[in-house]
């Protein structure tokens, strides 16, 4: 049976700096790990769409004839499904949070890569 | 014979974490009858897993809850392993272990600060939460995520932890546990919390038993069941006891929890201490062919998973029972007849997680 | 891990018998589940639990038959009758608080006994 069990924590918490960030005029806490968004690179996509296949919340489409590559940043969730199933390393989770937007929409990039010519054979010099 | 009054409670209201219904049938101040409703936030998850595939539905499943939602994946990634046979390293389970504990730390916490707040102590509430924050920055340097951590799949887990961190973290692990038994003291000694918690809502054993409690509600009451002890994951090597409290009141229920919080800042120290070294995953070839029931403990009871696999990658059904659906009926008892200014406090007793009871 | 489960089949008649004899013998309701397994036929699991261990009845059923409820040897299973009642459609006779078809309420009725075929958003 007490009656001033809260006065210390009470007189510490006042005296002590606030808790809370003063958001946005303060930047979020982030970590190296943190998942904010992705970010494509499309000088290295081999559009082999395993991208959309693997995307729980259905958000990435591809099409190769157009060579466009979108992403609806409002179904994605941060998985990082694709960042890890890419075969040629082209996605990666940025630590920034998605900035906020008034309307929903798709974020389109185009793919340029291109693939490299294959080196010509030598002729091996017959003995 | 008097008059009987219905006044509705929920879904919208101060204490509630969650949109609940109740009608509460008055007879001048005290509560007679309660009839529940729920369905207010249903979203069909057992329906999602006939187009999502098994590897795919993890993420579905985390995202069943917000306060508990890493141990719905592990749970759901453990219950698919056992259908398929798959061993999981050790390092893997320990790892699981640290953040399952960890996620409890964070439940209990939030816990205590809504319930602080249900009979208008605020000053305690932010001081849950202010100690919640460090366990929520833990989590955030480890997975990349404060609340959905999406780091466990079938197979494993899909980040590693090096020992430096461990090392942190167990240091750490002794300043929130200061900060923690300030906290507690206040809710076990304080006089104003006695009187709004003591004899309140009180549940009988034989009530908590027959009517299917679990977790706190039944540990409260001298039932003392705590699915731990199975020795799932990593839990076998681990040591541990099962807090139990024998009046039956909300008093016992809370003092229950906080002995839980010490429990699980103790398991986190034997487990970084224990974790031996080596890969994190396996790889997993196949697609699960049967059926099991997985159960383990979550912050609020029993969690029950039943997953049902017929050799394809969907499965064919996966049915989510969380604690807060067996609560129910053990609330509309202890409601009869307390007064209707004790229903928040009661209500928030048994921690009510309406998102998961209605997936 | 040491999570013992058996599952027996058993008719529906002799459903009511079977968990009178759990409930003597000290076993607390763990779940009750339905599972759809073909057009119009549901399996339903009764999960009973006693030091960890889980023993679980199933029946199989259709649509149409009628259940016999559990609520008289188990007061709170009818959380999980009504819920079976208002997802899947089972008409469950006798529970002790029966909200007609309240509990959740659906845009579609009896939501898990249907298969929605609906175009997937590209």
């Known amino acids: 049976m007490g009656f001033f069990e809260m006065t210390k924590t009470a007189l510490r918490t006042v005296l002590s700096r606030p808790a809370t960030i003063l958001y946005p005029a303060q930047a979020a806490k982030r970590t190296p790990l943190t998942r904010g968004h992705i970010v494509f690179d499309g000088s290295k996509c081999i559009s082999c769409s395993i991208c959309q296949r693997k995307c729980p919340a259905q958000a990435i489409v591809l099409n190769k004839e157009a060579k466009s590559w979108q992403i609806d940043r409002f179904r994605c969730v941060m998985c990082s499904s694709c960042v890890d199933t890419c075969p040629s390393k082209c996605?990666?989770?940025?630590?920034?949070?998605?900035?906020?937007?008034?309307?929903?929409?798709?974020?389109?990039?185009?793919?340029?890569?291109?693939?490299?010519?294959?080196?010509?054979?030598?002729?091996?010099?017959?003995? | 014979m008097t008059k009987q009054i219905i006044v509705p409670f929920g879904p919208q209201h101060p204490v509630l974490p969650e949109p609940i219904h109740l009608d509460l049938v008055l007879e001048d101040e005290k509560v007679v009858d309660v009839i529940p409703t729920i369905g207010y936030i249903h979203r069909g998850f057992e329906k999602l897993v006939e187009k999502?595939?098994?590897?795919?539905?993890?993420?579905?499943?985390?995202?069943?809850?917000?306060?508990?939602?890493?141990i719905h994946g592990s749970t759901y990634c453990q219950g698919i392993e056992q259908i398929m046979g798959i061993q999981v390293p050790e390092r893997a389970e320990y790892l699981r272990v640290i953040w399952s504990e960890y996620s409890r730390l964070h439940s209990h916490l939030l816990w205590f600060g809504l319930y602080a707040d249900s009979f208008g102590f605020?000053?305690?509430?932010?001081?849950?939460?202010?100690?919640?924050?460090?366990?929520?920055?833990?989590?955030?340097?480890?997975?990349?995520?404060?609340?959905?951590?999406?780091?466990?799949?079938?197979?494993?887990?899909?980040?590693?932890?090096?020992?430096?961190?461990?090392?942190?973290?167990?240091?750490?692990?002794?300043?929130?546990?200061?900060?923690?038994?300030?906290?507690?003291?206040?809710?076990?000694?304080?006089?104003?919390?006695?009187?709004?918690?003591?004899?309140?809502?009180?549940?009988?054993?034989?009530?908590?038993?027959?009517?299917?409690?679990?977790?706190?509600?039944?540990?409260g009451s001298g039932v003392a069941i705590d699915l731990r002890m199975t020795g799932y994951g990593a839990y076998d090597r681990l040591n541990f006891h099962v807090a139990t409290d024998s009046c039956g009141d909300c008093y016992s229920r809370h003092s229950v929890r906080a002995q839980e919080l010490f429990t699980s800042t103790d398991l986190i120290r034997q487990a970084i201490k224990k974790i031996p070294d080596g890969p994190v995953d396996v790889k997993v070839t196949g697609a699960p062919n049967g059926e099991f029931f997985m159960r383990s403990e979550q912050p609020r009871g029993e969690l029950v998973h039943y997953l049902k696999g017929n050799g394809t990658k969907f499965l064919v059904r996966s049915r989510i029972r969380t604690p807060t659906l067996t609560n129910i009926p053990p609330l509309v008892k202890m409601l009869q007849g307390c007064d209707l200014a004790d229903v928040p406090v009661i209500v928030l007793s048994i921690d009510p997680c309406i998102s998961c009871t209605e997936r | 891990m040491k999570q013992e489960q058996t599952i027996i089949p058993i008719e529906v008649g002799r459903l009511i018998g079977s968990v009178e004899q759990f409930r003597n013998e000290g076993y607390r309701l763990a779940h009750i589940g339905c599972t759809k397994v073909g057009d119009n036929s549901f399996e339903i699991n009764y999960s009973?639990?006693?030091?960890?261990?889980?023993?679980?009845?199933?029946?199989?059923?259709?649509?149409?038959?009628?259940?016999?409820?559990?609520?008289?040897?188990?007061?709170?299973?009818?959380?999980?009758?009504?819920?079976?009642?208002?997802?899947?459609?089972?008409?469950?006779?006798?529970?002790?608080?029966?909200?007609?078809?309240?509990?959740?309420?659906?845009?579609?009725?009896?939501?898990?006994?249907?298969?929605?075929?609906?175009?997937?958003?590209?």
């Open chain 3, 48 to 122: 009973f639990d006693k030091d960890y261990v889980l023993q679980n009845l199933r029946i199989t059923v259709t649509a149409e038959t009628e259940v016999p409820s559990i609520t008289g040897m188990y007061w709170g299973a009818f959380a999980y009758e009504n819920e079976m009642h208002d997802l899947f459609g089972i008409p469950v006779k006798g529970i002790n608080i029966d909200f007609k078809g309240t509990f959740i309420r659906t845009a579609i009725k009896f939501p898990f006994s249907v298969s929605v075929a609906k175009e997937e958003k590209k």
């Open chain 2, 122 to 219: 605020e000053n305690l509430f932010m001081n849950a939460w202010r100690i919640r924050e460090r366990i929520l920055d833990v989590m955030e340097q480890t997975t990349g995520g404060r609340i959905i951590q999406g780091s466990c799949k079938v197979g494993g887990v899909r980040k590693d932890i090096s020992n430096e961190k461990l090392d942190e973290m167990a240091k750490d692990l002794d300043t929130i546990d200061r900060e923690m038994k300030e906290m507690t003291t206040v809710f076990l000694n304080d006089d104003t919390v006695l009187h709004r918690t003591r004899n309140v809502g009180v549940l009988s054993r034989e009530d908590a038993y027959h009517l299917g409690a679990a977790g706190p509600t039944a540990r």
């Open chain 2, 52 to 70: 999502r595939e098994f590897t795919e539905y993890v993420f579905i499943a985390e995202r069943t809850c917000g306060i508990c939602s890493f």
């Open chain 1, 91 to 127: 996605l990666s989770m940025d630590p920034v949070y998605t900035a906020p937007a008034s309307e929903k929409g798709v974020e389109v990039f185009t793919i340029t890569y291109v693939k490299p010519p294959k080196p010509e054979k030598k002729e091996e010099p017959i003995q």
